[in-house]
Structure formats: C-alpha cells, structure tokens
C-alpha cells in the first residue's frame, strides 16, 4: 500500500480560512461606487422602518397633541441623520486626519467631563452623558469613530512595524486603554467592550500580529467582565439575567413579545408590551417590538436589512485600494455592524441586558446622528482619489 494521504492534503477540504477567502473574493468590487450606493439605500430604507415603528410607539403611549410633536422630531432626527451622512460622505477620513491629535485630545476631555460638575448628567446610576452648552450627548459615541481614525493612521505610519508588539502594539494598546477605562467607569462596561473590539479588529487588520491582539483584547476584556460581575451589583445581576438565575420583567416581557407575534404580528399600534410599563421599548427593546407587531416576517426583514448592511460593507472595505480610508471603511462599519448584532441578541435573550440601541430604527438622537456619520466617512471612502495603495493584503488576512 501507498503512504496514507494526510486528509489537509484533500483538494475539496473546506476550511475557515479558504472559505473566509472565498467570501472575500466573491464580495470584491472592482468599483467601490456600487457597494457604497446600496449600503446607502439599506440606511435608508432602515431608518423609513424606524419612522414607522417609533410613530408606531408614540401612537399609543403620548397624548394626541404630543404625538404629532413627537412624529415631527422623529422625521427631523432622521433629515439630521442624512444631513450627517453627506457631510462624512463630503469630509471622507482623509480630509480628518490632519485633524487627528485635535479630536483625539477633546475625545479624552469631553469623555473625562462625564465625571465633572456640572457637566456631568447622571442617568440611571451612569455618567454617560454631559451637558454642554445646553446640548446633551454621549461622548464615548463619538470616541469610537476618533479612536478607530486614529488607530488606522498610526497602522498606515508604521507600515510593517505596527507587527512589533512593543513599538506598534503597545503604544495602540495604551491609547485604547485610555479610552476604554473612560467609558468603563462611567459605567458603561458594554460601549467600552464593544469601544475595545472596534480598537483591536482595526489594528488586527492593519498589520499587528493576530495573538498579541487577541491575548490583549480577552486579558483586557475578560479582566473588566469579571470585575464588573464581583464588585457592581446591577451588572452581576444583568449576567444571572442571562444565565437565568435571576428574574427580570424587562427582559421577560420582551421575549414574550416576540413570542406573541407570531408569523405576521398582532398589527402596527396593536402591540400590548409597551403599555406594559416596559421602559425604553422604543429605543433599547425596539426588536421586540418589531416582533411582537410584524411577527417573524417582520424580524426577517430587519435581520435580512442587517444582513444586507454587512454584506454591502464588507464590497466596500474590500474595493477600496487606499490603505487608510480602507482601514477606517472597516473599523466604523464594524462599530455599527456590532453595535445592531449586540441589540439584537440582548433582546432575544442571547446575551446579558445592556442598554443598546438597533442603529438607525431605535429611538436616540445622539446614537443615530453618530452612526451616521460612521457610514458617511466610510462612504466618503469610496469616492475617487489621487493617488491609491492597495490594502488588499491587509484586508484579506
């Protein structure tokens, strides 16, 4: 007999990493334009849904004179939302980043107001908000597009020394640090973890190695888990929340929303949870909502919209050849791409409650406004430049 052919020798044997390259093939496009124009359209369709169910809501939860006032701001929000998407779309990442070490120091000042007098406006026991000049807003949002614009600079700077765990990890890890035990002790442990996953993907797919990352990201992460379970109580009991050890009729009713739904729903205006004294259902809970009105079919079309958002995002990051706009394409859209994954599996019980918003349905000025700047930089990305380095190779890792 022959030597035994090893089965990683097999010509057919499907592993992770040539089927991740596969996918990526398939999603490249040779003109970034056409990525671009559907993510758009996915926004915008998204953020139509999010009119209908927040008038909806509004519908049967304010009083008649205040429900019009409360569908005018919805629709403002919304025109402001767009108005933030052309003007990152006008701006693109290359026109900040000169800018960079500016909004990198009013990021940690405006973080660092969250623990200041009278700037400070606390909400449920959290200092995740400040009041500036009479305009309230959360500034880890806005962190998180800085802190990913600045990562994707200093990766591009380094070139192939950003692999080196002392001169280009560490200083990245450090800056991240920063922010991350801003935002963690305001408290907000999930914008921090989801501000650090951000940081650490966009420096992965930059050039750093892929264990020092990971190692950093679970040793940094998991440490802040932990601590937050033993010595926070409202977060211990969010985690029994969703180990089920303990009660919880926010979360309860929510399920039972989905649950009542059924395949078409009980009818837009018809639903009962949000009479139920289940608060933010309009922002935090809005999935189940969605359920429990437009049933599965319903949650399909937003899952399917969400689906559509990564798959368009993913055409875009692998079609644009420079280095920079790449990078922060990648990291602003995977801030958002997470950040409505987080929702939805909070909702369906998935993982432990945490005030999240579904981007561009929820209810929330600041988050929408900030979201969709996200996608009008990453879009801007798109637009045609000068000259152009091919980022395939990071992106393809």
Known sequence: MGPRRKRSDHPDQLTIASWLSGLARRAEAPDPSRPALGLFCVVVVMMSVGVLVQASHASTTLPPDVFTDELVGQILVRIAALAAILVGFRIRPSGLRHLLPVLTAVSLVLLALCYVEPFSVIKNGARRWIDLFGVRFQPSELARIVLVLWIADRCVRLGPRVGDFRRGVMPILALA?????????????????????????????????????????????????????????????????????????????????????????????????????????????????????????????????????????????????????????????????????????????????????????????????????????????????????????????
């Not at 394409?329 to 918003?357: C, N, Y």
């Open 177 to 397: 640090l920063v922010f991350f035990g801003l935002v963690v002790f305001e408290t907000d442990l999930g914008g921090a973890l989801l501000l650090l996953i951000c940081a650490m993907s966009t420096l992965w797919v930059g050039g750093a190695q892929m264990m020092p990352v990971a190692v950093s990201m679970v040793a940094i992460g998991g440490g802040a888990i932990t601590a937050a379970t033993a010595f926070i109580p409202y977060i211990g009991d969010r985690v029994g929340m969703w180990l089920g050890s303990v009660e919880n009729a926010q979360v309860t009713e929510a399920v039972r929303a989905i649950a009542a739904g059924g395949l078409f729903g009980v009818g837009l205006g018809h639903g009962t949870a949000r009479t139920a004294g289940i608060p933010y259902f309009q922002s935090d809970y809005v999935f189940a909502q969605i359920g429990e009105e437009l049933g599965l079919v319903g949650l399909v079309l937003v899952l399917g919209l969400l689906l559509s958002f990564l798959w368009h995002a993913l055409r875009l990051v692998l079609s644009i050849r420079d280095r920079y706009e790449a990078l922060v394409a990648f990291g602003l859209l995977v801030s958002v791409g997470l950040q409505a994954m987080l929702h939805v599996q909070v909702v369906s019980g998935l993982a432990p409650p945490k005030g999240t918003i579904l981007p561009f349905i929820s209810d929330g000025g600041t988050s929408l406004i900030v979201s969709s700047l996200a996608v009008g930089l990453a879009l801007g990305a798109a637009r045609p430049t000068v000259t152009a380095t091919s980022v395939r190779p990071a992106l393809a890792r």
